[in-house]
């Protein structure tokens, strides 16, 4: 089964197959969602494809890692956030994945 112009169009495709603007993995934030980070985001931060971003933001241009192995009192891990232009997929879409970016 082929997609047809008339049965989908273009930007809503885009729309559906990139991943939003912000995204955290950590499930306090606001900014979480399980069945996003479920299909897989691929992260490229100032041409780097990094694997250990807690969270991101594509529109402010910058990116969430932790800072070594050292935790908070909650025990959570200490972040430090990176400015840069940052652009992300979902992995599950394979190689030619659609690419949101500032």
């Known amino acids: 089964?082929?997609?047809?112009?008339?049965?989908?169009?273009p930007a809503a495709a885009s729309g559906a197959d990139t991943p939003p603007d912000r995204l955290a993995i950590?499930?306090?934030?606001?900014?979480?969602n399980a069945d996003l980070l479920q299909r897989g985001i691929g992260i490229r931060f100032k041409g780097?494809?990094?694997?250990?971003?807690?969270?991101?933001?594509?529109?402010?241009?910058?990116?969430?890692?932790?800072?070594?192995?050292?935790m908070d009192r909650k025990g959570n891990p200490l972040t430090i956030k990176l400015s840069g232009?940052?652009?992300?997929?979902?992995?599950?879409?394979?190689?030619n994945a659609?690419?949101?970016k500032a």
């Open 85 to 95: 232009p940052v652009e992300a997929w979902f992995e599950d879409l394979g190689e």
């Open 26 to 32: 950590n499930p306090a934030s606001p900014h979480f």
């Open 48 to 70: 780097v494809v990094r694997n250990n971003v807690e969270e991101y933001s594509i529109s402010e241009g910058w990116v969430r890692v932790q800072a070594g192995k050292s």
């Open 98 to 100: 659609p690419v949101a």
């Open 1 to 9: 089964m082929t997609d047809t112009p008339e049965t989908s169009s």
